[in-house]
């Protein structure tokens, strides 16, 4: 059974910064590319940054690029996002699924949702 356990998350003052964590298990995490994702209440979720099964390429959403970088650790089934100056609009329930590659970045290509991690900035 496919399981993804998101941590991290809190609160924080714009301009700050936070580190999340996805933690992956049931499944052969080195060959499959993951993403972060976001949603605000009433909105649809989106993709915030995808990386490949290697690590070696990366997609962010514009809204987040300079800003959010993410990584993984293939060893330990681990995924992470490093989120800096952290703007309001950034307030939202983070989760981690895998994704067909970078190119498929989407809610709709996700696979094995977690339960989610909440980040909310304040102004």
């Known amino acids: 059974q496919v399981h993804m356990a998101e941590s991290g998350g809190g609160l924080v003052q714009a301009g700050g910064s936070l580190k999340l964590s996805c933690t992956a298990s049931g499944l052969t995490f080195r060959r499959i590319a993951m993403g972060w994702f976001r949603q605000i209440a009433g909105k649809e979720r989106e993709g915030v940054s995808c990386?490949?099964?290697?690590?070696?390429?990366?997609y962010y959403a514009d809204s987040v690029k300079g800003r959010f970088t993410i990584s993984r650790e293939n060893t330990n089934n681990t995924l992470s996002l490093q989120m800096n100056n952290l703007e309001p609009e950034d307030t939202a329930m983070y989760y981690c699924?895998?994704?067909?590659?970078?190119?498929?970045?989407?809610?709709?290509?996700?696979?094995?949702w977690g339960q989610g991690t909440q980040v909310t900035v304040s102004s």
């Open positions: 699924a895998a994704v067909p590659g970078i190119t498929h970045c989407s809610a709709s290509r996700g696979s094995f």
């Open positions: 990386i490949t099964a290697t690590g070696d390429n990366t």
